[in-house]
């Protein structure tokens, strides 16, 4: 793929998030704007400004992110880059708690997420959230629990939607006795499906399923390797082709690659104007291709 067009996202399709939330189905997840180690600011805080502008101009019109990037970092950016939104579904998510680069410690306490819920809109300059994810269940508190902290908060106004994050089918089932649950984060790509049946459960219930480390599946293989092979008959990069792969796999599939650099942003992006043939699709679709 040689050329860009101006807003190539748009050819990824649409998702109606929630049944009432229109989304391009590519979308630009947040995390890699802030520090090493998802901690602290970012090397170049105006290239991360800048990417985050030059999605939306892509056509990208949901961007994914946590109060834990950074933490706070990634929601302070994107307020600075992009509010007031325009028409930009802002979801962020809560429930990790950071004590350093690269750890990550599960809190679903009530009150806990309560405050995490009333920071975010706070630095997003936000009144209502439109998608609010728990980020990982905590095996120290009932689901049902935390969950009915974020029921309260949507039932207030601050909260539009609700979605999960690493989850299994069994505790979708048990969450939604709690609360609608519009979108699953899953780790999924097309060298990890452990989330196959996660996705098809989302494909059956009308669920955003929002595959995060979505080109990990497109890191450089061997020579002559599937992707390798079908990305050189596109003149394209691996990355690419296992993104194009993901928006062929399902219609409820909503990458979210993130980046720090504005070249890679616009290679991700212009994924969405791919179009694999039938051969190349069945090739990718044995697990470990």
């Known amino acids: 793929?040689?050329?860009?067009?101006?807003?190539?996202?748009?050819?990824?399709?649409?998702?109606?998030?929630?049944?009432?939330?229109?989304?391009?189905?590519?979308?630009?997840?947040?995390?890699?704007?802030t520090g090493e180690g998802i901690w602290g600011t970012p090397a170049d805080r105006d290239t991360a400004i800048g990417v985050l502008r030059r999605a939306v101009e892509l056509g990208v019109d949901?961007?994914?992110?946590?109060?834990?990037?950074?933490?706070?970092?990634s929601e302070e950016l994107i307020r600075e880059a992009l509010h007031p939104y325009d028409g930009v579904l802002i979801a962020t998510k809560g429930g990790l708690a950071r004590s350093g680069p690269g750890i990550w410690e599960a809190v679903g306490r009530p009150e806990y997420l309560r405050q995490c819920v009333e920071?975010?809109?706070?630095?997003?300059?936000?009144?209502?959230?439109?998608?609010?994810?728990?980020?990982?269940?905590?095996?120290?508190?009932?689901?049902?629990?935390?969950?009915?902290?974020?029921?309260?908060?949507?039932?207030?106004?601050?909260?539009?939607?609700?979605?999960?994050?690493e989850v299994t089918v069994a505790e979708i089932e048990a969450a939604r006795e709690v609360v609608d649950v519009v979108s699953v984060q899953n780790l999924y790509n097309v060298?990890?499906?452990?989330?196959?049946?996660?996705?098809?459960?989302?494909e059956r219930e009308g669920i955003g399923f929002i595959p995060w480390l979505p080109v990990a599946g497109g890191e450089p293989s061997e020579p002559g390797g599937t992707l390798d092979v079908i990305a050189a008959a596109h003149g394209a990069t691996?990355?690419?082709?296992?993104l194009a792969w993901l928006l062929r796999r399902s219609p409820v599939m909503l990458p979210i690659p993130g980046t720090g650099s504005i070249g890679h942003l616009e290679e991700n992006c212009a994924a969405a104007e791919l179009e694999l043939t039938n051969a190349e699709y069945a090739s990718l679709e044995v697990p470990g291709a």
Do not use: W
Request: contains cysteine.
């Open 238 to 242: 691996q990355a690419q082709i296992a």
């Open 1 to 33: 793929m040689t050329t860009i067009s101006a807003r190539p996202v748009t050819a990824s399709g649409t998702f109606s998030l929630g049944r009432d939330l229109l989304i391009n189905r590519l979308g630009y997840g947040a995390m890699r704007i």
């Open 62 to 73: 949901f961007v994914d992110t946590a109060d834990s990037y950074g933490p706070h970092v």
């Open 119 to 165: 920071m975010s809109l706070r630095r997003l300059g936000v009144e209502q959230i439109g998608l609010y994810q728990l980020h990982r269940i905590d095996p120290q508190v009932p689901v049902e629990e935390s969950l009915g902290a974020l029921k309260e908060l949507q039932d207030a106004g601050k909260i539009r939607h609700v979605g999960l994050s």
């Open 191 to 202: 060298r990890n499906r452990r989330s196959e049946q996660v996705l098809q459960y989302c």
